[in-house]
């Protein structure tokens, strides 16, 4: 999720490029220190492309495209893309752990407060998962509640459970 704040810590040289996906358009910025943001078409990621400019031959984004490509054809797993995260210490260590969560598995957000060495801190978990703001790429869509069952996702209930449909954590149901 892009917020005002990662917008303004952005590299000067930051460019945008929007990409349709089987969820809609994304945005896509980065630099040529990584990828800073993915995100589901809204105002904000509007206002940065104002204030941006349009990448033309960036090869991270190019590469960005590329491989958001081959993941929803079935053909790639991992990402392999330099990130430029901006966020507190915090969020970007819980990030860094999402990124471990591998492709067709999910977590609990109890899990990454765990994993972060302080159990009690699900909420806060919950709080920087729902900043991140590179989707798909780093798989806030894999954390889950703990009775099992979704629990929000910044870019709508609709696209994580599109998401883990596509990963096989969800099978498909004819009557839904």
């Known amino acids: 999720m892009l917020d005002l704040q ?14 349709s ?25 509007g206002q940065a492309k104002i204030n941006l400019p349009r990448a033309v031959n960036h090869p991270i984004i190019d590469a960005v495209v590329e ?10 797993k991992i990402f392999d893309l330099p990130l430029g995260l ?5 969020q970007k260590r819980v990030w860094n752990l999402l990124l471990d969560i591998p492709f067709g598995e999910t ?8 994993a972060l060495g302080n159990a009690g801190a699900s909420q806060a ?3 920087a998962n729902g900043k991140n703001p590179v989707a798909i790429v780093v798989p806030c869509h894999r954390v889950i509640g703990a009775s099992g069952h979704l629990t929000g996702y910044a870019g709508g209930m609709d696209k994580k459970k599109f998401l883990l449909t596509h990963e096989g954590v969800i099978q498909p149901t004819l009557f839904e």
């Open 125 to 127: 978990v919950g709080a």
């Open 21 to 45: 996906s089987p969820l809609g358009s994304l945005t896509i910025l980065a630099s040529d220190s990584g990828v800073h943001a993915i995100a589901f078409e809204s105002d904000q990621a």
């Open 86 to 90: 901006h966020g507190t210490d915090f």
């Open 6 to 19: 990662m917008l303004e810590q952005l590299p000067r040289e930051t460019a945008w490029e929007n990409v």
């Open 67 to 76: 491989q958001l490509a081959m993941y929803f054809n079935g053909k790639l």
């Open 107 to 114: 977590r609990t957000y109890g899990d990454i407060a765990c």
